[in-house]
């Protein structure tokens, strides 16, 4: 077992003759058996950021090391690492079992029967005991999947490295595989790296999520902190589904003001204070609607989801979501007045997107500082 930390990570590749940063100033410290989610949008950096601590990457600046040791300069061999991949790239021509023993095999000088009791164990822990003899085309999505984690489980690593691992499966087994991975994870007690672009995933999974945006570690917090108190605009909008509602106002004393008329309130106008323009911030299960006061808005389409519902709302151009009970059903074309909460309000710096003012409890403190 082992506490990764990566040290100022920087990894450059030249494409065509010109240097293509792919991550850098990456910091992190994985602590020992956790479960850490490394998630952002496609292409900021996270597989290589995984690379290069399994090792299968060269870094161009920084440190990796595990617990103690530091094995930057190690090859991916020596590191103690297993990665599970996307497209789980098993051994056509091996069936379950020697697949599962095979990086043993070649790694360790573990006596056959050893490695065979091991895979079987495994297996067994897997709920894959009955396919040892099968070869992979024979096997459904899911249940290579599970012979590809399976494969990873039986080398007792340091340290999990997983790359988008339950993406190629439909929903439902992968909501189940999910279940099932966190369940293995927590009773292996393994420190895993799962990265996913899927911040619903990573949301549902990780002991904490490390969010990422164009080659740099935007935050990282439990799912609570970065749901609750997003470090900045990129954050708050891409965690949270539906996502949040956002809008520039203008800062007019202690009132904020939109497009399509809007006007707020602030419980506290000193949040505001240095703006004359603010990115405001709110999320669909924050909006109410309500007979007076607050601001007018237009219905555009009502979705029914059964245990509640999906307004679709205009104001001045900008579209709002908001989740409200089921049993309220506004109709197309309708006006309607919805508020909010001061306590759910966010604020964002336009210019640095660096938030001002995040969600805050019943006592106006914001949840990082209860920590
Ligand atoms: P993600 O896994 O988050 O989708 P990647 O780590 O794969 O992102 O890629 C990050 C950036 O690095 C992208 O701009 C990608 O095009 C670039 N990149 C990744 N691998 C290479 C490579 N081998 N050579 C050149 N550029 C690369
Ligand atoms: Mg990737």
Redesign the pocket.
Same mark, same amino acid.
């Given at each position: 077992m082992a506490r990764i930390h990566v040290d100022d990570l920087r990894k450059e590749? $030249?494409?065509g003759g010109e240097a293509?940063v792919?991550?850098e100033a990456f910091d992190v410290t994985v602590d020992d058996g956790e479960f850490l989610v490394l998630v952002?949008? $496609?292409?900021?950096?996270?597989?290589?950021?995984l690379r290069c601590v399994a090792g299968l990457e060269d870094v161009t600046d920084g440190r990796i090391r595990f617990g103690d040791r530091d094995v930057t300069d190690r090859r991916a061999r020596n590191r103690d690492v297993a990665m599970v991949f996307q497209n789980y790239a098993l051994y056509p021509h091996m069936n379950v079992r020697e697949n599962m023993g095979f990086g043993l095999k070649l790694s360790t000088d573990m006596p056959a029967a050893e490695i065979d009791d091991r895979v079987r164990a495994t297996a067994e822990m897997m709920g894959i005991e009955d396919l040892l003899d099968d070869k992979p085309k024979e096997l459904s999505g899911g249940q290579q999947q599970r012979v590809a984690l399976g494969r990873a489980i039986v080398r007792e690593p340091a340290v999990f490295l997983m790359?988008e691992p339950l993406s190629n499966l439909d929903a439902k087994l992968r909501s189940e595989m999910r279940t099932e991975l966190q369940e293995l994870q927590h009773d292996l007690g393994v420190t895993t790296v799962y990265?996913t672009?899927d911040q619903t995933e990573a949301m549902a999974m990780g002991d904490r999520i490390a969010v990422?945006n164009d080659?740099t570690l935007q935050q990282v917090g439990d799912p609570e902190e970065v749901y609750r108190s997003p470090a900045n605009e990129f954050v708050a909008d891409f965690i949270g589904s539906p996502s949040i509602n956002l809008f520039t106002a203008e800062a007019e004393g202690s009132t904020l003001r939109g497009p399509g008329g809007f006007a707020y309130e602030l419980d506290d106008p000193a949040v505001a204070a240095g703006y004359d323009r603010l990115r405001v911030g709110v999320r669909p299960e924050d909006v109410e609607l309500v007979e007076v006061g607050g601001n007018e808005a237009t219905v555009t389409v009502t979705e029914h989801m059964g245990n509640e519902n999906v307004l679709y709302l205009e104001m001045g151009g900008e579209e709002l979501t908001a989740r409200i009970d089921s049993a309220v059903r506004p109709s197309p074309d309708e006006t309607v007045r919805f508020d909010f909460d001061g306590s759910a309000l966010y604020l964002f710096d336009p210019s640095t997107g660096e938030a001002v003012k995040t969600k805050t409890d019943e006592l106006g403190v914001s949840v990082t500082e209860t920590r």
């Open positions: 590749y $030249s494409s293509v792919a991550v952002g949008p $496609s292409g900021c950096g996270k597989t290589t950021t790359d990265v672009h990422m080659g």
